[in-house]
């Protein structure tokens, strides 16, 4: 009997001890969502350079510099017709992105000598702005769960719709 005293005892005081814990233990897993870039419209193969921002300042200098921002998560992958689609896990948030399409592996966006992309090109939600590229404000997007982003690449000044 003493023994199942004590062990009830133990119990009692271990258990709240154990759920405080588990309370203090941050949501890795729960604050994150994929995001599901599909690339359409690809004329041929090369490396795609993405670019994924936080906040105005990340994403002005990746589509003016070309830069790596400290706010923004970069990455390069080989891609093809058959394999155009990216998937990232993202925490919850804002974002918005650049990408472009690398075709003879030089690591840049070729331009022409007005500045005008040679090379296949998109934002995030498919925007443009007008004879520049667009703000933050323009090409952002929520994740608060599965996200996907069908992105319609173009080379040279957009069409205006």
Not at 6 to 35: G, H, I, Q
Not at 69 to 98: D, R, W
Not at 145 to 159: A, W
Request: aromatic share 10%; with cysteine; charged share 20%.
């Amino acid at each position: 009997m003493k023994k199942l005293v004590s062990d009830y005892r133990r119990f009692f005081w271990v258990t709240p001890l154990v759920l405080s814990c588990l309370v203090l233990v941050p949501k890795s897993n729960a604050e994150e969502a994929n995001l599901k870039i599909n690339i359409l419209n690809l004329k041929k193969p090369g490396f795609l350079y993405l670019s994924i921002c936080k906040d105005e300042t990340g994403f002005r200098g990746t589509v003016e510099n070309e830069s790596v921002e400290e706010s923004c998560i970069a990455s390069v992958k080989e891609i093809n017709l058959q394999n155009s689609e990216i998937n990232s896990m993202l925490p919850h948030g804002e974002y918005a992105f650049t990408l472009y399409v690398d075709f003879n592996g030089n690591q840049k966006l070729d331009k022409n000598f007005l500045g005008i992309p040679k090379e296949q090109y998109g934002f995030s939600n498919n925007v443009m702005g007008r004879m520049s590229p667009p703000t933050f404000d323009q090409a952002k997007f929520a994740i608060a769960g599965p996200t996907t982003q069908n992105i319609k690449l173009r080379i040279g000044i957009p069409e205006q719709n």
